[in-house]
Every structure is written in structure tokens, then in C-alpha cells.
């Protein structure tokens, strides 16, 4: 990703014909390094969009617009169940071979309420092509198998197969992956306010799929649904990178012949203005030991304008920013300061991915008597908004924020061309402007001269969609301990009844269809059908590492890394601090150190204010306690990680505002205080249910090496519980807890204990050399150190109690270091473990939405998950199966040639300039030298099957007495399992 100042001139004119395609239109769009075409076939009318870069990471995406009729999660099933095979590519599962035989930087599906979009992306052209055309020929003629439309939707079995008097069970890849999301609170609450909002638009039904509706899907709807929609004449072809226009052409000249302009009705009709607010209730679970108090959580939503009238989007958009986008946001601060509950809900901002944009705020840890009341502040904090109007360096922020984002080159775990795809889509979907939302700065001068012409516009605005709009409702969801019981017990009884309205004949015909079933499952692919699917060879893959540029400097007398990488104009910056001395007593408030330090007011500046100036000087000011083994494993590193980036021309306030934060630090203000550790709270607990598979990972890895506990102790539930006690407690702990943050921060904040790493171009770097004193001048210059004893490592063979519908399982063993001549195998085989063996058994045999295995020699240790998994007995029986089967086996070839292209392809995901400083400044931390890297990778590619046998047999023997287990799930099943287990499973209620 480098040279992007530079941009491709256009190679084609508006009206000229190619291929059978027309260009409609041609657009260059210097500011943001883009040449646009917007182009249509002819014959079909599919609508076609390049945005050509320089960027050699290219992007392919085909998406459709897809409104759902029901919530029978049609949309979403298919989406599954096109990527498993088309007559061309017979194969049962293509998306995981793509996955896992060709170096795609990306590849995904994706449903939305009202579109669903299949994107690719490689940086290798012969690749990219060969991904695209696959795709193509799966999303367009699919097979649509029975036995899939099962296995991705529902089907029915037997609890205990063959027995026809054990209960009648209904299982489904999404039909658990739903089971999951509607047992998170987040989602329940983001789906009452959407389908009340619009409730007479397609947005009242979840495209994704209700759980109790998801069984009435018949194979026969679905068929239809794929018939109506999925034509060329109603797809959108999102193209971007560096391939030339014409080639793309060609080759989608190609995938489109033979198919006809056919008349698609898929338009979306917008939900009819409504003259009367409403009020609604629901519920979410909540485990039954919980108390109920302060739980609810109360929401205002409104819908506000089209989503194609951009202008007015962005003025909206900039709005939401202005109420609730930072702390210094005045809606935000009132909210939080009113005591009225803990911290905004997840869904307070601005939804741009629906039709007509919505708008929500509201309190979460709050009582629904309190409902009035909040409703009553928000509409008292809007009117005086709009008759005092906005702060204007608020304004400037928020403009500044929309600069840096857009200059910014952002590669995080998405290609760059999906984020310029969402933007597209916002407008194109609906028939509005495509290239409308691109070009940012042209978009900030537009705004800028209509907040010059009118200097209320914003209040006005304000006055219009928020205060005098009545399309709104006051959504309250309140806490329910029968939540999952309830809907578990009727789950049964219609399971019940369901049976015995079944003669014998046909539980009989059920139980064959289910065996079926599962024998189709298990049979592999043919070599044929696996052969249709391009292949990478082994010696395709370049062998040389890349190599991060990295000079070792003295800033000011202390040590620095700089990376003279194109950034485009954006310093990024690191500030490294050790935090092996801290004893630990102290440990577990290193993150708290983070939240607060970054979250408070400082030298003399109020925290909004502080906020106000980090909006308008810089990119954002984060942290990240780390810890993690050397290369060799000899030693453990602990540090905390403050990383801000900025503009060049902003750069000196920048480092104004950090020494402030880092030197002048105010800890008075005790309500900002416990805010912020609420916020920290309620942020943990709401991660468990999305992620529960990582804090079951954590929780098992603590009992094994110093970097696991850490991972534990400052992100797991350990955390959770620890800041939970501060917030109960808050009024008799706060004095401590401001002593020990002062003390942390003596401990901590100094020149001795420090590394600074930076990342720019080589204008940029200089920056930091004249301006970095006003930084370290205010630093003191030692700390006060002192050597730690590591802490013991406790055994875990936890059950964890959490409300949830399905389980996430873990079982976590020691592992080698970085340079063990193990780890280039450990590495091929957590991937072939992951794409093969466990996918097989937890998801496709299992139902479990996800199985996966991981190396990480950084914490030392390699795990067995499973994600949203009906079943736990089982899944450790299948781990412990999988290493019995990898230490007896040896894998064919072609299997070991694919494990081997996805674990380089993991290595080669691309990064972004921030990404690739932090990932040099990690290394060197570690001692990870390029020569090490290029060993690795050499160790890597030689991988051969009998090599893998070999390690793994003695790897799995050796860990087998270092291993531990925990499990995220309801108390029900986490007792069931115990019944069963031979090594039982510690319960724990996490609340
Ligand atoms: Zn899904």
C-alpha cells in the first residue's frame, strides 16, 4: 500500500462501449486517489462500479438487494447455502476450499436487513480472478442442494439418533448462529427498536432469522427466493484496486453471457411517515441469581431522512456526532451526568445501512420508572440545544474527525475497498448517487458553506428531525430470569406436540432423512469436484519475508523505532511503557490506568474539554496492556501501550495534549471517574455473549503461563469482576482507587521505563525529532522499579454460568516458543485443524456455528474452541478425538498443500501503515528478527505430512498434562455435563 498519492487517469469515456457493457459515466476523484466508472450491461442491465486505485489489494463484490417477506432469515440461509457448490463446482462446501487453497486477503458474505453482498479480495491478479469466478458461478447457479437447505437451515432429528421414543430436536447451522444472537442482549435491543421503528417496511422482519420462525422456511420459498432475486439484472458489481477497467470487463462479459434482462421487483419502499410516538416494551435474559435491579435499559429512536439524499445524511450524521459522539458531546454528557443510569446503550449514534436513517439514544443500568424521566432530559437538552445552538469548536471536531477518517489509510481486519464498498452502497442500493459519499473533502467544503450561509443550520436541523419529529418510539427492555426457560419450555412443548402429531411411519421416515443427513455430511468430496477449484501450487508463494522498514534512534536520550512508511500525511505514535515491576496487587488496575488517564480532565482542562481538544488535533488516543513470551520464551514482556495518531500540521498540539494527559493527569472529578469504570463494566459484560468463545480461552489459558493469566486478569472475566466490585463499592473504594492510579502512574509514567515507536513518512518522522521534548521534558525521569515475583497459576476446569441459549468450549494447552522447530507446524496445523476436523465435527456434524484451533506462541498456547455449540460433552470429546486422530494420521497431500497456503495466507494478510509499524514494534519487543521470521516461513512451506504426524504426536503427549478446560454456558447445561464428565467441570456464576 504504498504511492497512493498518485491515482489512475481514466482509460475509458462515458458513452464508449466495452464488451457489451456501456460507461454511463466517468469520474476522477484526486482527493481521494480514485478514478470512478460507472458502467451497465447491456444485455442484462446488471449495474457495474470500479473505483480504480493504485491499491494492489483488489476487491470483487456481487451484491443484490434481497428484502426479506418474513423472518424466516431466508435471505441469511441462502447466503450460507449458495457458497456450497454449483454444477461447475461440485464441491459441499467451495467457500471453505476458497478459504483455504488460495491466498484471498478477504472473502465473506454478507446479509443486511435488505441486501446481501458477496465480496473477495487478493493482491495476487491470477488469484483475485480465479476467486471471482468461482464466486460468480456460486452466487448465480448455484445447486441449492436439499441436504444443504437442511444442514444451513433446520431440519429435524433425534435427540439420541435411532431412537424414535427420545425427543424430536430441530438443528440448523443458522438456526444456532440465531439461537446465539437472540441470547445477546445488544441484539434484542437493536431489533425491538428497528422492527417498531419501520413497521411497516421490510425492516419489521429479520433477515437474519427468528429462531421460532426459522422452522416454517420450506426448501421450495427458498428455491423461489434465489430464482427472483439473485439475476444479473438485479446485481451490483463493486469493483476496486489497480486492475485495469478493461479487464474486469472482459471477464465479466464472460460470467454474464447466456443470462437475460429479466424484471426484478425488488425496490425497497420507504416506511410511511408516523404522526404518533410510541412506547414499547421487551425483554432480554438475565441469569436467575442476578439481581434485577437497575437492568433496563431505555432507548429513544426516531427515523429520520432518506438515506440517497446524502447531503442531508451527512448533515445528520455530523449531528449524531455533535449529541453523542464523544464525551464532550452535550446530549451524551447530560445523560451520564443525570445519574439516571450507568452509560449510553450500544445503539446510541446514527444507522446508516437501512433505507431511511435512524437515530437512537438512550441510558443503560437504568429502572423503566426512570423512562419519563429520561425521555424528558433528552427533549429538554434538544430544545436547549436548539435555542442556544452548538459549541462551534464542537463543529470543528467533528469536520476534523471526517477529514482525518478519510485521508486515513485504514486496512484493520477489512481490505479498504469494503469500507469504500459500504459507502457506495448507502446510496446505491436505494438508486441514489453512488460516488456521493467518496469525496470528503469536497463533502466538508459543501457543509462548510452552508454552516457560513446559515450559522444555525445545525440547530435547525436539529429542531427538524429530532424536536419536532414524531416518528419516533421510546423502546424500555426490561431484565427477564424465565427469559430462556420460558423459551426453552415452549420450545419443548412444541417439540412435543410436533412429535405426536407424527405417525410412526413418519418419525421412522424422519430419523432415515436425518441419517441421510448426516452421511452426506460425512462423505468427502470427490477428487474430481475438489479438483474443479483453481489451485495455488506451493511454489507459486513467494518464499522471502517482508520486511517492515525499522531504524533504531535516541529521541531526546530515549530509545525509539521509526518506520519510514507512506502514511499519507499521519503521524502515528506509540508510547511503550514497562509494567513487569508492578506488584500484584496493583496488576489488575492497569486497565482501569488506561480508561482513566485517557478518559479524565488534565492540566486544568475539564474531560469534555479534553475531549473537545483530542476531536480537533487528533486521529483518537487509545491504550492496551500487553503481555506476552520472547522469541526463545526465556522471558515474559509487560507493557501498556498509548498509541495516538495525528495530521503533520496538528502534530505539536498533539503532543501537548498527550504529555497532558500522561504528566497532568486530574483523578478529582469522582463522578467522571465512576462513569468511565461503568462504562468499562458494562463494555466487558456485554463482550461475553458476542465473544464467549475468547473469555473461555482466557479463562483456561490463565492456568498456564504468566501471559495467559494476565489476558485473563485484565480482559476476562476476572476484570469483569474486579471493576464490578469497584462500581458496587464505588462511594468506600474510590479514595484507594485514586491512591493506587497515582501510585501506578509514579510507577509507570517515566523517560527510563519508556520506548517510543513511530510511524510516518520521512517529513512526518522529522516532526516528531523537533517537537518530541514538549512531550519528554514534562516526563519525569525514572521510576521507581522494583523486581516481581511471577504470580502461581491457579488450575481451571471451569463451568462459567452465563445466560445463554448455546455454549462455547475451551480447552487450552501449553505451547512452544516463536523458535521451537515446532511452531512452523503448530501454526499449519491449528489451521488444518480449524478448516478440517473441527469444522467437520462442531459444525457441520455438530450444528455449532464455529470450531477452531489456534497457535499463539506469544501467550504460549494453543487452544481448541467452539462458538455458539449446542452441544459441550461432546465438543471435548471431539477435541480430545481430533488430537488422538493427528497423532495416528498422516494427512493426504493436497490437504497439507492447503493447510499450508492459508497459514502463509494469515502471515501475508496485508496491513495497513499504522498496522505495520505496531506489528515491527511488537517484534522488536519480542525479538523477533527477520532472520527468525524467514525460518519460520521456510520451515513452513517444507511442511510435509509425516513431518506434521510426528510433532504433533509428541506435541499432544507431552501437553496432555498441561492442559485446562473452560466452559461458557447456561447453569442447566453446564449440570447436565457434569453428569456425564469424568473430570468435572468447576461451576461459577459470572454475576
Ligand atoms: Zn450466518
Known amino acids: 500500500m504504498s504511492d497512493q498519492l498518485k491515482f489512475p487517469r481514466p482509460t475509458l469515456q462515458a458513452g464508449e462501449v466495452l464488451h457489451g457493457f456501456k460507461v454511463l459515466r466517468v469520474e476522477t476523484l484526486p482527493a481521494v486517489r480514485l478514478t470512478a466508472y460507472e458502467i451497465e450491461h447491456e444485455k442484462t442491465g446488471a449495474k457495474v462500479l470500479h473505483l480504480h486505485s493504485l491499491d494492489r489489494e483488489n476487491l470483487y463484490a456481487i451484491g443484490f438487494r434481497t428484502p426479506p417477506a418474513d423472518s424466516t432469515g431466508l435471505p441469511h440461509i441462502l447466503e450460507h447455502s449458495v457458497l456450497a457448490g454449483s454444477k461447475k463446482y461440485p464441491l459441499k462446501d467451495v467457500f471453505k476450499e476458497l478459504m483455504r487453497s488460495t491466498l484471498q486477503t478477504f472473502i465473506n458474505a454478507f446479509t443486511y436487513p435488505d441486501k446481501t453482498i458477496y465480496p473477495v479480495a487478493s493482491q495476487i491478479k491470477g488469484d483475485f480472478f480465479n476467486l471471482a469466478r468461482v464466486y460468480t458461478d456460486l452466487v448465480l447457479q448455484p445447486r441449492l442442494l436439499k441436504e444443504t437447505f437442511f444442514q444451513e437451515g433446520h431440519h429435524l432429528e433425534f435427540a439420541v439418533p435411532d431412537d424414535l421414543s427420545s425427543s424430536l430436536t430441530i438443528s440448523g447451522i443458522v438456526y444456532n448462529e440465531m439461537k446465539g444472537a437472540y441470547s445477546s442482549p445488544d441484539s434484542l435491543m437493536y431489533k425491538a427498536i428497528q422492527e417498531n421503528l419501520y413497521p411497516d417496511s421490510i425492516y419489521a422482519f429479520d433477515a437474519g432469522g427468528d429462531p421460532d420462525v426459522i422452522p416454517t422456511l420450506t426448501y421450495e420459498h427458498f428455491c423461489k427466493f434465489h430464482r427472483t432475486y439473485y439475476s444479473p439484472s438485479n446485481a451490483r458489481f463493486f469493483l476496486y484496486g489497480d486492475i485495469p477497467t478493461t479487464d474486469h470487463l472482459a471477464f465479466l462479459a464472460e460470467m454474464l453471457a447466456g443470462f437475460k434482462r429479466v424484471k426484478v421487483n425488488s425496490s425497497i419502499k420507504s416506511q410511511k411517515r408516523l404522526t404518533k410516538p410510541r412506547i414499547i416494551h421487551s425483554s432480554y435474559p438475565v441469569d436467575k441469581n442476578e439481581s434485577l435491579n437497575r437492568k433496563t435499559s431505555v432507548n429513544l429512536a426516531w427515523m429520520l431522512s432518506e438515506n440517497a439524499d446524502f447531503e442531508n445524511s451527512l448533515i445528520l450524521e455530523i449531528i449524531s456526532g455533535l449529541l453523542v459522539g464523544s464525551s464532550a458531546s452535550p446530549l451524551r454528557k447530560v445523560l451520564i451526568d443525570s445519574g439516571l443510569g450507568e452509560d449510553l446503550t450500544p445503539v446510541s449514534g446514527i444507522e446508516g445501512d437501512l433505507k431511511q436513517l435512524m437515530f437512537a439514544v438512550g441510558l443503560r443500568n437504568t429502572d423503566s420508572t426512570d423512562a419519563p424521566n429520561i425521555e424528558k432530559l433528552i427533549f429538554a437538552t434538544l430544545e436547549n440545544i436548539v435555542s442556544t445552538g452548538y459549541d462551534s469548536d464542537l463543529i470543528e471536531g467533528i469536520l476534523h474527525q471526517i477529514e482525518f477518517h478519510g485521508k486515513e489509510i485504514v486496512r484493520g481486519s477489512y481490505p479498504y475497498g469494503i469500507t469504500l464498498m459500504g459507502n457506495v452502497f448507502q446510496t446505491w442500493l436505494y438508486d441514489g448517487d453512488p460516488l456521493i459519499g467518496l469525496d470528503f473533502p469536497l463533502l466538508i467544503e459543501k457543509i462548510r458553506k452552508l454552516w457560513a450561509a446559515d450559522p444555525q443550520l445545525f440547530q435547525k436541523m436539529t429542531k427538524q428531525w429530532f424536536l419536532d419529529n414524531r416518528h419516533r418510539i421510546l423502546a424500555i427492555m426490561e431484565p427477564d430470569p424465565d427469559f430462556n426457560e420460558n423459551k426453552e419450555k415452549e420450545h419443548q412443548e412444541k417439540m412435543a406436540r410436533l412429535k405426536a402429531s407424527f405417525n410412526d411411519g413418519e418419525l421412522e421416515k424422519i430419523n432415515v432423512r436425518a441419517k441421510e443427513l448426516k452421511k452426506f455430511q460425512s462423505s468427502d468430496d470427490s477428487p474430481e469436484a475438489a479438483a474443479t477449484i483453481p489451485q495455488l501450487k506451493i511454489s507459486d508463494i513467494p518464499c522471502p519475508v517482508e520486511i517492515i522498514p525499522i531504524q533504531n534512534v535516541l529521541l531526546e536520550g530515549v530509545p525509539a523505532l521509526e518506520h519510514n512508511i507512506f502514511t499519507n500525511g499521519i503521524v502515528y505514535i506509540d508510547l511503550v511503557f514497562d509494567i513487569s515491576h508492578i506488584p500484584e496487587e496493583l496488576q489488575p488496575y492497569l486497565p482501569l490506568l488506561g480508561k482513566i488517564t485517557t478518559g479524565m480532565g488534565a492540566a486544568g482542562f475539564s474531560y469534555d474539554e479534553m475531549a473537545k481538544r483530542i476531536a480537533l488535533k487528533m486521529g483518537g488516543f487509545g491504550y492496551d496492556p500487553g503481555a506476552g513470551f520472547s522469541a526463545d520464551a526465556g522471558s515474559c514482556w509487560q507493557k501498556i501501550f ?307 504426524k510426528e510433532i504433533l504426536s509428541k506435541y499432544f503427549s507431552d501437553a496432555a498434562g498441561s492442559s485446562a478446560v473452560a466452559v461458557y454456558s447456561a447453569q442447566e447445561k453446564l449440570d447436565e455435563a457434569n453428569k456425564q464428565l469424568e473430570e468435572k467441570l468447576v461451576l461459577e456464576h459470572l454475576f
Open 642 to 948: 498509548f498509541s495516538g495518531a495525528a495530521l503533520y500540521r496538528n502534530l505539536p498540539e498533539a503532543l501537548d495534549i498527550i504529555s497532558d494527559i500522561l504528566c497532568a493527569g486530574d483523578l478529582s472529578n469522582e463522578n467522571r471517574m465512576y462513569d468511565l469504570i461503568a462504562e468499562r463494566k458494562n463494555n466487558l459484560q456485554s463482550a461475553i455473549v458476542p465473544s464467549g468463545h475468547i473469555f473461555a480461552k482466557m479463562a483456561a489459558g490463565a492456568a498456564l503461563t504468566l501471559p495467559g493469566y494476565r489476558d485473563e486478569q485484565w480482559n476476562g472475566r476476572t476484570q469483569l469482576r474486579f471493576v464490578q466490585d469497584i462500581a458496587l463499592n464505588f462511594p468506600s473504594v474510590k479514595r484507594e482507587l485514586a491512591e493506587k492510579l497515582a501510585q501506578l502512574k509514579a510507577m509507570i509514567f517515566s523517560r527510563d521505563n519508556l520506548i517510543i515507536n513511530v510511524t510516518a513518512e520521512i517529513d512526518g518522522l522529522k516532526l516528531i525529532g523537533n517537537n518530541i521534548a514538549r512531550l519528554l521534558d514534562k516526563l519525569r525521569a525514572t521510576a521507581n522499579k522494583q523486581k516481581q515475583a511471577p504470580p502461581p497459576l491457579p488450575p481451571v476446569q471451569a463451568g462459567i454460568a452465563v445466560p445463554t441459549q448455546v455454549s462455547y468450549v475451551a480447552r487450552v494447552m501449553r505451547a512452544p516458543a516463536y523458535i521451537d522447530p515446532a511452531a512452523a507446524l503448530l501454526l499449519v496445523a491449528a489451521k488444518e485443524l480449524s478448516s478440517s476436523y473441527l469444522y467437520k465435527h462442531l459444525r457441520v456434524q455438530g450444528g455449532a456455528y464455529g470450531g477452531m484451533s489456534s497457535y499463539d506462541p506469544s501467550l504460549g498456547l494453543f487452544s481448541f474452541l467452539s462458538y455458539r455449540d449446542p452441544h459441550l460433552v461432546e465438543t471435548l470429546q471431539v477435541f480430545r478425538d481430533a488430537e488422538i486422530f493427528f497423532s495416528q494420521n498422516e494427512i493426504d497431500a493436497d490437504e497439507m498443500r492447503k493447510a499450508i497456503v492459508s497459514t502463509i495466507g494469515m502471515l501475508d494478510k496485508p496491513q495497513d501503515p499504522a498496522g505495520r509499524g505496531h506489528i515491527a514494534l511488537m517484534r522488536s519487543i519480542a525479538g523477533i528478527t527477520d532472520g527468525m521470521r524467514q525460518k519460520l516461513r521456510e520451515e513452513i512451506l517444507s511442511a510435509t505430512p509425516q513431518k506434521l
